[in-house]
């Protein structure tokens, strides 16, 4: 891909710090799948990023320490299409977009309140209607 993949804002890994890798895809599609590497596999060392702002690389990192290999690269896959540059452009958005998942700050916290007086006395009344309501389809006991 001749564009840098943009992750929030203004940050952008440039191709430099990215390694694709092209192999044959899997599934249908004739004679023509034994010959193409359509399968495409994008690489990106999130650890030794220079584009990554400090923090974003640390949060990226915690964040997706599941995903990592070797605990340092980001490993995209994109096998859907049978064209190869279909498949980079998958790859590449499929990047873009765990990334900048995963660069993201995190929620504001709760702020824990209280229910108001009137919504709780709602509350109540919704719940006795509804056990009256039960009750009044019963079968009458022992007569």
Same mark, same amino acid.
């Given at each position: 891909m001749s564009e840098?993949?943009?992750v929030r804002g203004? %940050? %952008?890994v440039p191709d430099a710090e990215l390694?694709?890798?092209f192999s044959r895809s899997s599934g249908p599609g004739?004679?023509?799948v034994n010959t193409s590497d359509s399968k495409a596999e994008l690489r990106f060392d999130v650890a @030794?990023?220079?584009a990554l702002p400090e923090v974003w690389r640390t949060r990226a990192l915690e964040r997706l320490a599941h995903r990592l290999v070797d605990g340092r690269v980001l490993v995209v896959q994109a096998s859907e299409y049978r064209s190869q540059w279909r498949?980079?452009?998958a790859a590449a958005a499929r990047l @873009? @977009?765990?990334?900048?998942e995963a660069c993201a700050p995190p929620p504001k916290a709760r702020r824990a309140t209280r229910p108001s007086r009137?919504?709780?006395q709602r509350r109540l009344d919704n719940k006795r209607h509804r056990s009256e309501l039960k009750q009044g389809r019963r079968a009458p006991r022992g007569e």
């Open positions: 840098p993949i943009r203004s %940050v %952008v390694l694709w890798r004739g004679q023509h @030794a990023s220079k498949n980079r452009e @873009a @977009a765990v990334l900048s009137g919504m709780v």
